[in-house]
């Protein structure tokens, strides 16, 4: 146990020292709908070479994503898009092999803005295929669990992995209205949690089919962007 402590020390301290990423080019992407619904704009970081790093294909998930949530008076607006090159001390130490659990803490040292939804697209630097939100409700979660109290940082930002640009390689079923983008971003802006009313975009893979739909009751919830608490 003790030996444990040390190590887990260790890795925190080496962390800290990391600068997680080299900013390579930022843009500025308008509002792509105009409209009178409501915008929320977004901070992106994504890796250079992936498949995120293609002007068409990022423009081509942000006007899909927006499509789904303008069903509940919202629209994405600008996007501050970062690229960068990260740096393989974080790609080799914090990616462990549960593709779910990357630690996102050290990647908040890197140069940001504030504003929220934050999404990092990887590439295949990140294990193969992951997607999470750390939503309100999930940090609140961690906030009365012993070791979590550090994860406020994270709030309202999601992860992507490029092999969900187009779903090829990920389980579940899907219709073609689904899209993983708009799936983590409604995590943050409607504060939501899985469903399993099928189909619809918060179904979980394994209980039915995602889609591009969402309820009155989502709707209801995203409407109330940005949750306090």
């Keep these: ?37 409501r915008p929320i704009d977004l901070q992106l970081v994504v ?16 006007r899909k994503a927006s499509g789904i949530i303008s069903k509940c008076g919202v629209v994405i607006g600008e996007v501050d898009v970062r690229t960068v090159e990260f740096d393989p001390r974080i790609t080799k ?46 940090i609140k979660r961690y906030d009365n669990s012993p070791g979590f109290e550090s994860y406020r940082p994270v709030l309202n930002t999601f992860y992507i992995s490029e092999n969900w640009v187009d779903n090829a390689k990920v389980l579940g079923k899907k219709a073609a209205s689904y899209n993983t983008f708009a799936h983590e971003l409604v995590h943050l802006i409607g504060d939501l949690l899985h469903t399993k009313d099928t189909p619809n975009l918060m179904t979980e893979a394994e209980n039915g089919v995602q889609s591009g739909d969402l309820n009155a009751e989502q709707c209801a919830a995203i409407t109330k962007w940005p949750q306090q608490g």
């Design 93 to 138: 130490v914090f990616y462990p092999t549960s593709a779910y659990k990357v630690d996102m803490i050290p990647l908040m040292k890197g140069e940001l803005s504030q504003v929220r939804p934050l999404g990092f697209l990887f590439g295949k630097s990140a294990p193969a295929t992951i997607a999470k939100a750390y939503n309100l409700g999930m």
């Design 1 to 37: 146990m003790m030996l444990f402590a040390l190590l887990l020390s260790a890795t925190s301290s080496f962390a800290q020292d990391i600068v997680p990423w080299k900013q390579t080019s930022q843009v500025m992407i308008p509002a792509l709908e105009q409209s009178n619904l």
């Design 47 to 62: 890796e250079k070479g992936s498949r995120w790093d293609n002007a068409k294909t990022l423009e081509s998930t942000l």
